[in-house]
């Protein structure tokens, strides 16, 4: 069964480094989407991307939050200066349409010392 | 805000018992529902969807039902089995183009052999 997948599964940085997450989601799929889940809370939007563009972005993703799809297989989120309270799971998704079945990777935990 | 939220925080059953899992949403503007099943160290995977058009839909041992009049979305596990055993999430999505989906807190489901 196709799956979204996630590197690394688990980054420790100091505060103010930046950190990019990768993410390959399904190969047919268009539609592209980074949430993030700080430990014992719900699931958050962050940002979503179609066409090579951010159809979507949530408050959370302020001006330290950019994502990329630098080649056909990739999609990354950078956060550029990271903060003690960005840590969290942050979770990769992808559809084949705007349809709203998304697939989620794994995640990626990071934590910000 | 308008937010979707969950009643039970954790239910706890016995293997062979139905279980059901509820969620309260607020905004009359949602037009699809999902459920998710978080599994420990793992991203959210999709159990089954609804469409506001419609009251239930059944899949293999799960039926979500939808009242719209009462904003109330639940879950219901045939059967339970301690391999479901993992936090519920609903999800509302009330964006048609893009999947930005908005997440309920969770439940925890714990089945007990």
């Known amino acids: 069964e196709p799956e979204v997948t996630q590197t690394p599964s688990h980054q420790v940085t100091q505060m103010g480094q930046e950190v990019i997450l990768r993410c390959v989601p399904i190969?047919?799929?268009?539609?592209f989407y980074w949430y993030r889940q700080i430990l014992g809370q719900k699931v958050e939007f962050l940002v979503s991307?179609?066409?090579?563009?951010?159809?979507?972005k949530s408050e959370i993703f302020d001006d330290q939050f950019s994502v990329e799809r630098p080649d056909g297989s990739n999609f990354t989120l950078k956060i550029r200066s990271t903060k003690l309270e960005d840590s969290a799971m942050y979770f990769c998704?992808?559809?084949?349409?705007?349809?709203?079945?998304?697939?989620f990777g794994a995640g990626s935990r990071l934590t910000v010392l | 805000g308008e937010s979707v939220g969950l009643h039970l925080p954790t239910l706890s059953v016995q293997e062979g018992d139905n279980s059901i899992i509820n969620c309260a949403y607020s905004?009359?503007?949602?037009?699809?529902f999902i459920w998710y099943k978080q599994e420990s160290g793992k991203g959210p995977q999709f159990i089954i969807d609804?469409?506001?058009?419609?009251d239930k839909r059944q899949g293999q041992r799960v039926t979500v039902l939808l009242n719209k009049t009462v904003k109330h979305l639940s879950l219901q596990i045939a059967a339970t089995q301690p391999g479901d055993s993992a936090v519920y999430f609903c999800?509302?999505?009330?964006?048609?183009?893009?999947?930005?989906?908005?997440f309920g807190k969770g439940t925890m489901l714990l089945v007990s052999p």
């Open positions: 998704a992808s559809g084949v349409s705007g349809a709203n079945v998304l697939t």
């Open positions: 190969s047919n799929h268009l539609y």
């Open positions: 991307f179609y066409n090579n563009e951010i159809s979507e």
């Open positions: 905004n009359s503007a949602s037009d699809y």
């Open positions: 609804i469409r506001s058009n419609m």
């Open positions: 999800a509302e999505n009330i964006h048609s183009g893009y999947s930005t989906l908005t």
